[in-house]
Protein backbone atom coordinates (compact mmCIF):
# COMPACT_ATOMS: atom_id res chain seq x y z
CA UNK A 1 0.00 0.00 0.00
CA UNK A 2 1.02 3.63 -0.53
CA UNK A 3 0.83 6.52 1.54
CA UNK A 4 -1.21 8.49 -0.93
CA UNK A 5 -3.84 5.47 -0.67
CA UNK A 6 -4.60 6.04 2.97
CA UNK A 7 -7.87 5.95 4.87
CA UNK A 8 -8.53 9.64 7.09
CA UNK A 9 -7.80 9.93 9.24
CA UNK A 10 -4.64 8.01 9.31
CA UNK A 11 -4.66 5.32 12.11
CA UNK A 12 -0.99 4.29 12.80
CA UNK A 13 -0.39 1.14 15.16
CA UNK A 14 2.46 2.06 17.16
CA UNK A 15 5.16 -0.14 17.55
CA UNK A 16 2.61 -2.48 15.65
CA UNK A 17 -0.17 -3.00 17.77
CA UNK A 18 1.02 -2.85 21.09
CA UNK A 19 -1.88 -3.09 23.26
CA UNK A 20 -2.85 -6.29 22.43
CA UNK A 21 1.03 -8.34 21.22
CA UNK A 22 4.71 -8.18 22.17
CA UNK A 23 5.90 -4.90 20.86
CA UNK A 24 7.69 -4.48 17.35
CA UNK A 25 7.16 -8.26 16.75
CA UNK A 26 6.07 -10.30 13.35
CA UNK A 27 3.11 -11.08 15.28
CA UNK A 28 1.93 -7.98 16.23
CA UNK A 29 2.68 -6.21 13.13
CA UNK A 30 0.52 -9.37 11.22
CA UNK A 31 -2.48 -9.08 13.62
CA UNK A 32 -2.69 -5.08 13.01
CA UNK A 33 -2.17 -5.71 8.81
CA UNK A 34 -4.99 -8.82 9.23
CA UNK A 35 -7.40 -6.30 11.10
CA UNK A 36 -6.99 -3.84 7.90
CA UNK A 37 -5.04 -1.64 9.96
CA UNK A 38 -3.10 0.40 6.90
CA UNK A 39 -0.02 1.95 8.66
CA UNK A 40 2.36 0.51 11.73
CA UNK A 41 5.32 2.24 13.13
CA UNK A 42 8.25 0.28 14.20
CA UNK A 43 11.44 1.15 15.84
CA UNK A 44 15.28 0.54 14.97
CA UNK A 45 18.84 0.17 15.78
CA UNK A 46 22.34 -1.02 15.65
CA UNK A 47 22.98 -4.65 16.56
CA UNK A 48 27.08 -5.00 17.27
CA UNK A 49 27.90 -6.32 13.78
CA UNK A 50 25.77 -3.57 12.23
CA UNK A 51 22.39 -5.46 11.69
CA UNK A 52 18.96 -3.34 11.47
CA UNK A 53 17.39 -4.72 14.39
CA UNK A 54 13.79 -3.97 15.15
CA UNK A 55 13.49 -3.27 19.09
CA UNK A 56 12.87 0.22 20.60
CA UNK A 57 14.77 0.46 23.77
CA UNK A 58 19.01 0.29 24.14
CA UNK A 59 18.82 -3.08 25.52
CA UNK A 60 17.60 -6.22 25.44
CA UNK A 61 16.29 -6.59 29.01
CA UNK A 62 12.71 -5.22 29.09
CA UNK A 63 11.19 -6.86 25.98
CA UNK A 64 13.79 -10.12 25.30
CA UNK A 65 14.79 -12.78 27.86
CA UNK A 66 18.49 -11.59 27.04
CA UNK A 67 20.69 -8.74 28.72
CA UNK A 68 22.82 -6.50 27.56
CA UNK A 69 23.15 -3.35 24.97
CA UNK A 70 21.63 -3.86 21.59
CA UNK A 71 24.65 -2.18 20.04
CA UNK A 72 26.91 -4.76 22.01
CA UNK A 73 24.91 -7.86 20.81
CA UNK A 74 25.43 -9.78 17.38
CA UNK A 75 22.14 -10.41 15.69
CA UNK A 76 23.08 -13.91 15.35
CA UNK A 77 22.71 -13.48 19.41
CA UNK A 78 19.85 -11.57 18.87
CA UNK A 79 17.54 -13.15 16.62
CA UNK A 80 17.52 -16.43 19.06
CA UNK A 81 16.26 -14.55 21.97
CA UNK A 82 12.50 -14.48 23.07
CA UNK A 83 10.90 -11.29 22.58
CA UNK A 84 6.91 -12.46 22.93
CA UNK A 85 7.04 -14.06 26.80
CA UNK A 86 7.66 -11.11 28.87
CA UNK A 87 4.43 -10.04 27.45
CA UNK A 88 2.41 -12.87 27.49
CA UNK A 89 3.21 -16.55 27.58
CA UNK A 90 1.15 -17.22 24.57
CA UNK A 91 3.95 -15.54 22.56
CA UNK A 92 6.46 -17.66 23.99
CA UNK A 93 9.47 -17.84 21.39
CA UNK A 94 8.23 -14.67 19.42
CA UNK A 95 11.23 -13.88 18.14
CA UNK A 96 13.23 -10.20 17.27
CA UNK A 97 12.43 -9.07 13.60
CA UNK A 98 15.11 -7.39 11.68
CA UNK A 99 13.73 -4.61 9.72
CA UNK A 100 14.41 -6.83 6.12
CA UNK A 101 12.02 -9.36 7.65
CA UNK A 102 9.59 -6.98 7.89
CA UNK A 103 9.72 -5.11 4.71
CA UNK A 104 9.64 -8.54 3.37
CA UNK A 105 6.18 -10.13 4.82
CA UNK A 106 3.96 -7.02 5.17
CA UNK A 107 5.62 -3.84 3.19
CA UNK A 108 3.35 -4.57 0.28
CA UNK A 109 -0.02 -4.43 2.43
CA UNK A 110 0.40 -1.72 4.64
CA UNK A 111 2.40 1.73 5.20
CA UNK A 112 5.11 1.32 7.33
CA UNK A 113 6.83 4.09 9.47
CA UNK A 114 10.62 3.33 10.78
CA UNK A 115 11.28 5.11 13.63
CA UNK A 116 15.27 5.36 13.52
CA UNK A 117 16.36 5.41 17.51
CA UNK A 118 18.78 8.49 18.17
CA UNK A 119 21.17 6.41 19.93
CA UNK A 120 21.81 4.39 16.89
CA UNK A 121 22.56 7.68 14.90
CA UNK A 122 26.42 8.09 14.30
CA UNK A 123 28.07 11.52 14.39
CA UNK A 124 29.97 10.56 11.17
CA UNK A 125 27.99 9.46 8.40
CA UNK A 126 28.88 5.83 7.40
CA UNK A 127 28.11 3.96 3.89
CA UNK A 128 26.71 1.41 6.56
CA UNK A 129 24.91 4.07 8.92
CA UNK A 130 21.52 3.14 10.31
CA UNK A 131 20.22 5.56 8.10
CA UNK A 132 22.15 4.76 4.75
CA UNK A 133 20.93 1.02 5.57
CA UNK A 134 16.98 1.60 6.06
CA UNK A 135 17.21 3.75 2.81
CA UNK A 136 18.93 0.72 0.75
CA UNK A 137 16.35 -1.70 2.54
CA UNK A 138 13.34 0.64 0.92
CA UNK A 139 15.11 0.62 -1.94
CA UNK A 140 15.80 -2.92 -2.21
CA UNK A 141 12.27 -3.65 -1.43
CA UNK A 142 10.78 -1.51 -3.87
CA UNK A 143 9.30 0.78 -0.99
CA UNK A 144 9.83 4.24 -1.65
CA UNK A 145 6.38 5.67 -1.88
CA UNK A 146 5.19 2.88 1.27
CA UNK A 147 7.36 3.88 3.54
CA UNK A 148 7.89 6.85 5.99
CA UNK A 149 11.32 7.43 7.97
CA UNK A 150 11.19 8.98 11.25
CA UNK A 151 13.38 10.37 13.77
CA UNK A 152 13.93 12.60 16.78
CA UNK A 153 17.57 12.87 15.42
CA UNK A 154 17.62 15.12 12.75
CA UNK A 155 20.92 14.12 11.69
CA UNK A 156 19.21 10.69 10.17
CA UNK A 157 16.61 12.83 8.22
CA UNK A 158 19.27 15.51 6.88
CA UNK A 159 21.54 12.81 5.48
CA UNK A 160 18.18 10.85 3.94
CA UNK A 161 17.27 14.25 2.53
CA UNK A 162 20.28 14.92 0.55
CA UNK A 163 20.04 11.33 -1.29
CA UNK A 164 18.54 11.76 -5.18
CA UNK A 165 14.71 12.02 -5.19
CA UNK A 166 14.49 8.64 -6.60
CA UNK A 167 16.15 6.88 -3.95
CA UNK A 168 15.24 9.21 -1.19
CA UNK A 169 12.58 7.87 1.30
CA UNK A 170 9.64 9.98 2.80
CA UNK A 171 10.56 11.77 5.94
CA UNK A 172 9.00 12.67 9.44
CA UNK A 173 10.83 14.48 12.10
CA UNK A 174 9.55 13.77 15.72
CA UNK A 175 8.87 15.79 18.16
CA UNK A 176 8.40 15.58 22.23
CA UNK A 177 9.20 17.55 25.54
CA UNK A 178 12.54 17.19 25.06
CA UNK A 179 13.65 17.70 21.97
CA UNK A 180 15.93 20.30 21.69
CA UNK A 181 15.38 22.07 17.97
CA UNK A 182 12.15 24.05 16.67
CA UNK A 183 10.54 21.62 14.75
CA UNK A 184 8.95 23.77 12.05
CA UNK A 185 12.94 24.53 11.08
CA UNK A 186 13.82 21.40 10.70
CA UNK A 187 10.66 20.48 9.37
CA UNK A 188 11.24 23.18 6.34
CA UNK A 189 15.03 22.65 6.33
CA UNK A 190 14.71 18.65 5.35
CA UNK A 191 11.87 19.04 4.14
CA UNK A 192 9.64 16.60 5.86
CA UNK A 193 6.74 14.94 4.70
CA UNK A 194 4.85 14.75 8.13
CA UNK A 195 5.60 15.63 11.55
CA UNK A 196 5.02 13.54 14.31
CA UNK A 197 4.42 15.87 17.66
CA UNK A 198 3.97 13.99 21.62
CA UNK A 199 0.24 14.86 21.64
CA UNK A 200 0.35 16.41 24.85
CA UNK A 201 2.58 19.45 23.46
CA UNK A 202 0.33 20.32 20.46
CA UNK A 203 -2.39 22.88 19.92
CA UNK A 204 -4.46 24.04 16.91
CA UNK A 205 -2.02 26.79 15.56
CA UNK A 206 0.70 24.01 15.74
CA UNK A 207 -0.85 21.83 13.20
CA UNK A 208 -2.17 25.22 11.35
CA UNK A 209 1.71 26.20 11.01
CA UNK A 210 2.55 22.71 9.48
CA UNK A 211 0.04 22.21 7.43
CA UNK A 212 1.12 25.58 5.98
CA UNK A 213 4.60 24.48 5.43
CA UNK A 214 2.83 21.36 3.62
CA UNK A 215 3.28 18.65 6.06
CA UNK A 216 1.19 16.27 7.60
CA UNK A 217 0.62 15.53 11.75
CA UNK A 218 0.83 12.23 13.19
CA UNK A 219 0.71 12.92 16.68
CA UNK A 220 2.02 10.15 19.21
CA UNK A 221 0.98 8.75 21.29
CA UNK A 222 -2.44 8.37 21.69
CA UNK A 223 -4.57 6.00 23.47
CA UNK A 224 -7.70 8.27 24.95
CA UNK A 225 -11.04 8.54 22.87
CA UNK A 226 -11.11 11.91 24.16
CA UNK A 227 -7.74 13.14 23.35
CA UNK A 228 -8.19 11.60 19.86
CA UNK A 229 -11.43 13.57 19.17
CA UNK A 230 -9.34 17.02 20.56
CA UNK A 231 -6.69 16.34 18.00
CA UNK A 232 -9.30 15.57 15.38
CA UNK A 233 -10.95 19.07 16.60
CA UNK A 234 -7.85 20.82 15.96
CA UNK A 235 -7.32 19.46 12.56
CA UNK A 236 -4.07 16.92 12.40
CA UNK A 237 -4.49 14.30 10.10
CA UNK A 238 -4.05 11.21 11.56
CA UNK A 239 -2.75 10.07 15.35
CA UNK A 240 -0.13 7.15 16.01
CA UNK A 241 -1.85 4.47 18.82
CA UNK A 242 -1.40 1.28 20.30
CA UNK A 243 -4.31 -0.09 20.26
CA UNK A 244 -5.48 0.87 16.80
CA UNK A 245 -8.15 -1.66 15.87
CA UNK A 246 -9.92 -0.26 19.00
CA UNK A 247 -9.52 3.47 18.23
CA UNK A 248 -10.32 2.60 13.89
CA UNK A 249 -13.39 0.75 15.85
CA UNK A 250 -14.54 4.02 17.93
CA UNK A 251 -13.58 6.40 14.67
CA UNK A 252 -16.05 4.78 12.58
CA UNK A 253 -18.65 4.98 14.77
CA UNK A 254 -17.69 8.67 15.98
CA UNK A 255 -17.28 9.80 12.70
CA UNK A 256 -19.73 7.73 10.32
CA UNK A 257 -19.36 10.14 7.12
CA UNK A 258 -15.57 10.47 8.30
O1 LIG B 1 7.09 7.28 16.45
C1 LIG B 1 6.29 7.69 17.50
C2 LIG B 1 6.74 7.10 18.80
O2 LIG B 1 7.07 5.76 18.60
C3 LIG B 1 7.91 7.83 19.39
O3 LIG B 1 8.24 7.41 20.67
O4 LIG B 1 9.56 6.16 22.30
O5 LIG B 1 7.48 5.15 21.40
O6 LIG B 1 9.49 5.33 19.97
P1 LIG B 1 8.71 5.95 21.09
MG1 LIG C 1 8.78 4.64 18.05
Known sequence: MRIDELSRPIVVGHRGFRAKYPENTMSGFHAAVDAGIEMVELDVSLSKDRHVVVMHDETLDRTTNGRGAVRDSLWAEIRQLDAGSWFDGRFSGEPVPDLKAVFESIGKQCVINVEIKPDAVEPEERPDGIENQVAAAIDCYGLLGSVVVSSFHPLALKRLAVRPAEKRPLLAVLSGKKTPFDP???????????????????????????????????????????????????????????????????????????
Do not use: C
Request: net charge negative; charged share 20%; no cysteine.
Open 184 to 258: FEVLQSIPAFSWHPDHRLLDAAAVETAHRLGVLVLPYTVNDMADIRRLLDMGVDGIITDDPVSVRTWLKTAIPFG
